[in-house]
């Protein structure tokens, strides 16, 4: 396992003057640490104690999860704690939160490779990895939350024996059609990416059966320049095309709120304010995972302090644009004078769910707020703290978007509060066991950091010492991005 | 090294069946230290006019399609027709679907809703671009291609890593060995590299053969099955595999249950009461009838409500065409009468002898059915209403058939005046 010799004087690259360019990449790496150290994990032939046990755990707790899925599928939805008049409980919180979680993947790949920014290539690999473990747990409650989860392919346009089509002007359907694009579409980008470094750990493969089974994977890919041309086009227009698309799944996902008649759904902010949301809990979920991640496997020089400052400010941006959307929401309530938007949000913030409310605006609004101090965005505990601050906060924020709407229906007679069950608690937090599983496999099994990319962004070597061409070689990092 | 490579050494042995075979000259393989190196190495191989060549890099080297001369690809053009497909498929379907196939009206939503349509079209053509352009990049590289001779290189393995090469094949009509050797020489390539290849490849073990066959017959199994049932017919319902809704667990009409009253599942009725419709068993409120015959009489007591009630209902729905006395002569009559059209039944007067011999019932069922060209007016006038009005002409009738006896004795002083 590689170790960091770099001194820590070195490792810092967050500076903020405008006259030096801060490396994206620290310490003494060229082409070949990289790869050595990138490829050293996928290879070490020894199971890490710490990595076996939180293996372990992860798989119990999807054991778990199947096992209550399993359960409500032969019982029934009665299993959960939704009742009239709270019919879409904790299933549907946990889908538009881990559907969010999925967004920072793609946005770090497909948004943040338009707008060349290069500080990507070191987290968008685990980044759309996290995407796809998320969009997985996503995909699953919807799934069981029909009901009858057997004919759950009814949602999708199959000629049947019954006649009968899908009811394409409902939201809900729409929704099939934006989640299962994104998933399919992320992962075929996720994997596209990692195509090159398949490559790369099939060719230092010792193991026979190592070299079948990445070269497989591989496609045969062999690094000729000429598919690299097709292959840099087809990135390009993945990412061109997964930008507008990571913009309308969570749009899509708000629509199943908003184009609804419900006092405190229906509201025309809440695409941008879903978006905003999806960005911020995906990033927080990067950075959570990204601290003991690059702290385990010695990843601190390619996975640096700016990266995680960056993200750090880009959590500070849309956790403020989620305030906004929350402080929105009460004056269009006020200004548009409708009485029964009016209680809707008063009852948000004052009635039996005002706990949920105030959990989600303090984790959400105020303790961002902490990442105007560099101080404070640049201290690994700080951050960790937050990040998952964040994560519980977003929950909360659809907790309180579902739960809290339904719970006060037109008439008083049909008031109810909504009560988790046991199976509600236990499914969440097996969704978080299922994700940590898939994570946990992608770390051992596959290239955790997009190597290709990250070549890429490295300051070019002179081409010959003591060459006559070499003073006109590119040295600076701002040649040598990437197209 | 892994601990589990000693074990699998056959595997390796039997690794590489084409060792043996003889083999000739694939290509030549220079090695780059540096992508600046390579660049200028690429520039020089494409001025030469070499056709069959190509450079290796780990990463997309900036600046090599110039070097190499590589034209732009067509690649964006298959996302763009796939994505325009996507996009009419997506209308066609919601379309077809909704607007034609399976009208089917939901909260006032036209048929053809084009905004409804919008983001099943939009992810629609994303998904066709995205997979178009990932296979078709796929396809345009001649990729999955799992053998190539560079495989076997000793020097390739690191050009997916930290080296960079650049590959000549024999096959280039300017390809000559010891030139290419001199030019990558000149070149500052690291290492040369000739690159074998068997002139006839081994075949595939014969076991390969049987198991791709037999994976391939398994995985036509479900095919045929699925085309069997489609051009088949079958008299049973459909498997259901979790059977709740065919057998739920209820308590249904006449089973026992070892709770309840009587150990019966279906409880009584209170005392006194009367569960609704059941109204509807009373064959004279209802039909107006006494088992076969039309009743007599009146399924309630008379009262002077009832009379009044009763004259109102007759004035709006009767007494258009039986007038307001029932002599037939309502405006609706008088105007046919006016018309004098051939097809015209003049309404009956309720005088006529057939109608005061009629009885209630008789009255009540026309009135609920209908008669000739009368048309029923069941469904408009409620069962209490409908007697009320057979009461109202029983009075009607009365009043054009008394006799001063019928006259209370101290209003009779009144009429003589």
């Not at chain 1, 996928?42 to 104690?49: A, F, L, T």
């Not at chain 1, 303790?367 to 990040?387: C, D, E, G």
């Not at chain 1, 964040?390 to 909504?418: A, C, H, K, Q």
């Not at chain 2, 390539?189 to 075949?203: C, F, G, M, W």
Request: include cysteine; hydrophobic fraction near 50%; aromatic fraction near 12%.
């Amino acid at each position: 396992m590689a170790t960091i010799t770099a001194g820590a004087a070195t490792l810092d690259n967050t500076g903020d003057d405008p006259r030096v360019r801060a490396p994206l990449i620290v310490g003494n790496n060229d082409y070949t640490t990289i790869t050595d150290r990138v490829c050293a994990v996928v290879e070490d032939p020894k199971v890490r104690k710490a990595w076996l046990i939180a293996f372990l755990t992860a798989v119990s707790l999807t054991g778990m999860l199947f096992a209550l899925v399993g359960y409500l599928i032969v019982t029934g939805v009665g299993v959960w704690g939704n009742q009239i008049p709270v019919a879409w409980g904790w299933p549907i919180v946990n889908f538009v939160f881990w559907v969010g979680i999925g967004h920072a993947g793609t946005l770090i790949s497909a948004i943040l490779y338009l707008f060349r920014q290069n500080w990507r290539t070191s987290i968008n690999r685990f980044a759309e990895a996290m995407t796809i473990f998320a969009v997985v747990c996503a995909g699953l409650f919807p799934g069981i939350h029909v009901g009858r989860a057997w004919l759950a392919y009814w949602l999708f346009p199959i000629p049947n024996q019954m006649l009968m089509w899908p009811q394409f002007r409902s939201p809900l359907l729409w929704d099939v059609f934006a989640v299962g694009t994104y998933a399919s579409v992320s992962t075929v980008f996720w994997y596209m990416g990692m195509i090159p470094d398949l490559a790369t750990i099939r060719d230092r493969a010792k193991h026979p059966v190592r070299r079948f089974v990445y070269g497989l994977l591989a496609v045969g890919w062999r690094g000729s320049a000429r598919h690299w041309h097709r292959y840099e086009r087809a990135y390009l227009l993945m990412a061109a095309l997964a930008t507008p698309l990571v913009l309308s799944v969570h749009t899509i996902v708000s629509f199943d709120f908003a184009v609804s008649q419900l006092p405190g759904w229906h509201t025309t902010i809440f695409p941008p304010y879903f978006v905003a949301g999806a960005i911020f809990s995906g990033f927080a979920m990067v950075v959570t995972l990204a601290i003991p991640a690059r702290a385990y496997f010695g990843m601190k020089d390619i996975i640096t302090m700016r990266h995680l400052e960056n993200m750090n400010k880009i959590i500070l941006a849309t956790g403020m644009m989620v305030g906004y959307a929350y402080a929105m929401e009460f004056f269009i309530a006020w200004y548009g004078g409708n009485e029964f938007e009016q209680f809707a949000f008063i009852n948000r913030a004052t009635g039996p769910y005002a706990w949920a409310y105030w959990i989600m605006v303090s984790c959400n609004v105020i303790s961002p707020q902490l990442f105007w101090f560099k101080k404070l965005r640049t201290s690994i505990p700080v951050m960790f703290v937050l990040a998952i601050f964040v994560n519980i906060g977003m929950w909360f924020e659809r907790f309180v978007i579902t739960i809290s709407t339904l719970n006060r229906d037109f008439l008083p007679s049909s008031w109810g509060y909504f009560r988790p069950t046991l199976v509600d608690i236990c499914m969440l937090i097996g969704s978080f066991g299922l994700f940590f599983t898939l994570f946990l496999l992608f770390l051992r099994f596959l290239p955790m950091i997009a190597m290709a990319e990250v070549k890429s962004i490295l300051p070019r070597p002179a081409a010959h010492p003591g060459n006559d061409h070499s003073s006109s070689s590119h040295t600076s990092p701002s040649h040598s991005e990437l197209h | 090294m892994n601990p589990m490579e000693d074990k699998l050494r056959w595997l390796e042995k039997a690794g590489d069946a084409d060792q043996e075979a003889p083999q000739e000259l694939h290509g030549l393989l220079a090695e780059f230290e540096t992508p600046e190196a390579l660049l200028e190495a690429c520039t020089k191989v494409r001025d030469a006019g070499y056709k069959k060549w190509d450079a290796l890099t780990p990463f997309p080297v900036h600046g090599i399609d110039e070097a190499m001369g590589i034209r732009m690809t067509i690649l964006p053009w298959l996302s763009l027709g796939a994505g325009l497909t996507g996009l009419m498929i997506a209308f066609a379907l919601q379309i077809f679907t909704n607007g034609i196939d399976y009208k089917f009206l939901i909260s006032g939503k036209p048929f053809i809703s084009v905004p409804a349509n919008i983001p099943v079209a939009f992810e629609l053509t994303v998904l066709l671009a995205a997979f178009t352009t990932f296979f078709g990049m796929m396809i345009l590289n001649f990729l999955p291609e799992l053998f190539h001779p560079l495989f076997r290189a000793k020097r390739f393995p690191r050009m997916t890593a930290d080296r960079f090469g650049i590959y000549i094949e024999s096959k280039d009509p300017l390809f000559n060995r010891q030139q290419a050797e001199l030019m990558f020489s000149r070149l500052g390539a690291s290492a040369l590299e000739p690159v074998l290849s068997p002139t006839k490849r081994a075949p595939l073990p014969g076991v390969i053969h049987g198991v791709g066959l037999t994976l391939t017959l398994v995985a036509l199994i479900p095919v045929a099955l699925a085309v069997k049932s489609r051009f088949s017919k079958s008299d049973q319902p459909r498997i259901h595999i979790i059977q709740d809704m065919d057998f739920q667990e209820k308590y249904k009409t006449q089973t026992a249950h070892p709770l309840l009253y009587q150990g019966a599942a279906s409880m009584q009725p209170v005392a006194g009461t009367i569960r609704r419709g059941d109204l509807r068993e009373d064959g004279h409120l209802y039909r107006g009838m006494a088992g076969d015959e039309f009743a007599r009489g009146f399924p309630m007591a008379l009262t002077q409500e009832m009379l009044v009630r009763g004259k109102q209902r007759f004035s709006i729905y009767c007494a258009v065409c039986h007038g307001a006395t029932g002599y037939g002569d309502g405006l609706v009559a008088q105007r046919a009468e006016a018309l004098a059209e051939g097809t015209w039944v003049p309404p009956l007067s309720l005088h006529e002898a057939v109608v005061l011999d009629q009885a209630e019932g008789q009255i009540f069922n026309t009135i609920t059915h209908g008669i000739r060209t009368m048309k029923p007016y069941g469904s408009q006038i409620d069962v209490q209403d409908r007697w009320a009005i057979v009461a109202y002409v029983r009075a009607l009738q009365r009043s054009q058939r008394a006799t001063l006896t019928d006259v209370p004795p101290d209003v009779r002083a009144q009429l003589s005046q």
